[in-house]
């Protein structure tokens, strides 16, 4: 309520003070909420955290969406030191962006990680802004390479009348894309020079089932990348 005082210095006549204790409250639940896991952690093993301090040694790389109901770890039923992750705005690979190839640089070369999974999921916001024409602001040029993927399955996806379908397909289209924007990379080409071990997979999470739906997109070799991505070795250039 608004008192005489806030009125004669022209503040707005909201009572924040239950806004202030909300705030307060989603604040304070991390910090308990993290007491609390510790607790358990110990409980279930003394040495937990000494043991986690060690170091990682994680298999996979999974690149994924920021959507907050797709945490790889839960997910995929893994532990803490298990998955690398990098996420972004609906999983995209974008072959100039620094943060995304530095992870990948450090999870192919230095974690030598086995498998690189991109984990797209039915429902994702960024799919669905990508598929409309309404302007939401500087994530528009991020979402543009959704609307690029579009461009490139224009043929098959403007015959798909049923909205749901049509944003369902161009998530599967969008992980499979996003599988081959990484195999383009000299990154992944240069490990694949190097040893067998290393494959790219697409994923969809379907969030009404939990369940992941391989795309059978694995790769593990540049041979399906073409004669316009497929790299020669640095050396074999160094010959010329
Ligand atoms: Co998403």
């Known amino acids: 309520m608004s008192t005489s005082e806030d009125k004669k210095n022209g503040k707005p006549a909201i009572d924040t003070s239950s806004l202030k204790l909300a705030q307060a409250d989603s604040y304070n ?47 995929t039923g893994t532990k803490p030191g298990e998955v690398f992750v990098h996420r972004n705005i609906a999983n995209v690979v974008v072959h100039s962006d620094m943060n995304m190839l530095s992870v990948l640089d450090y999870a192919v070369n230095v974690l030598k990680v086995k498998h690189v999974i991109v984990a797209g999921h039915y429902g994702c916001g960024g799919v669905a802004a990508a598929l409309s024409n309404k302007q939401f602001g500087i994530i528009d040029n991020w979402l543009r390479h959704i609307k690029d993927v579009y461009r490139l399955h224009a043929n098959e996806l403007d015959r798909i009348t049923d909205e749901t379908q049509k944003q369902n397909r161009l998530v599967e289209l969008n992980v499979s894309e996003q599988v081959y924007n990484l195999c383009k990379t000299s990154i992944i080409q240069n490990a694949w020079m190097e040893r067998h071990d290393l494959e790219v997979h697409g994923w969809v999470i379907n969030l009404g089932t939990g369940l ?16 316009v991505y497929e790299l020669d070795s640095v050396n074999a250039a160094a010959q010329h």
């Open 212 to 227: 992941i739906k391989d795309l059978k997109v694995t790769s593990s070799s540049p041979h399906n990348l073409g004669y």
């Open 29 to 75: 639940a991390l910090i308990k909420g993290n007491s609390e896991w510790v607790e358990r952690k110990l409980q279930e093993d003394s040495e937990y955290f000494a043991t986690l301090a060690k170091g990682q040694s994680p298999q996979v790389l999974w690149i994924g969406c920021s959507d907050s109901r797709v945490p790889a770890n839960e997910v």
